[in-house]
C-alpha cells in the first residue's frame, strides 16, 4: 500500500517561511510527477508546484521567485520551501504523485499567513 505522508505546515506571520515536506512510503516502482497543491476555503485545488516527468520544476506564477520545489530521490520526498509567505497563500497544501501508474495524495497540511 502506497502511502504519502506530509510533514509541516503551521502558522506564520506575512513574510514568514515555512517549508512542508511528503514522504512517499510502500511498494514503490516507478515514481513521476510529484508536486504540491493547494485549496483555500471556497475555492479550487490548484497547483502550487510540481516536477514534470523531465524533471524541471514547475510553477504557479503567484509563487514564482517566493517557493522552491526540490526532492530527494533516495528518500522519496519531495519538499516545498515557502518564502515570503503573504495571507493570499494560506489554505490547505496537498501532496501529489503519480506512483507506479496511481495517482495519490497526501491527507493535506494547514498552511494560515496572518497578516
Known amino acids: 500500500q502506497v502511502q504519502l505522508v506530509e510533514s509541516g505546515g503551521g502558522w506564520v506571520q506575512t513574510g514568514g517561511s515555512l517549508r512542508l515536506s511528503c514522504a512517499a512510503s510502500?511498494?514503490?516502482?516507478?515514481?513521476?510527477?510529484q508536486g504540491w497543491y493547494r485549496q483555500a476555503p471556497g475555492k479550487q485545488r490548484e497547483l502550487v508546484a510540481s516536477f514534470t516527468n523531465g524533471g524541471r520544476p514547475n510553477y504557479a506564477d503567484s509563487v514564482k521567485d517566493r517557493f522552491t520545489i526540490s526532492r530527494e530521490n533516495t528518500k522519496n520526498t519531495v519538499n516545498l520551501q515557502m518564502n515570503s509567505l503573504k495571507p493570499e497563500d494560506t489554505g490547505v497544501y496537498y501532496c501529489h504523485a503519480n506512483i507506479n501508474w496511481q495517482e495519490y495524495w497526501g491527507q493535506g497540511t494547514q498552511v494560515t499567513v496572518s497578516s
Open positions: 510502500g511498494s514503490i516502482f516507478r515514481i513521476s510527477a
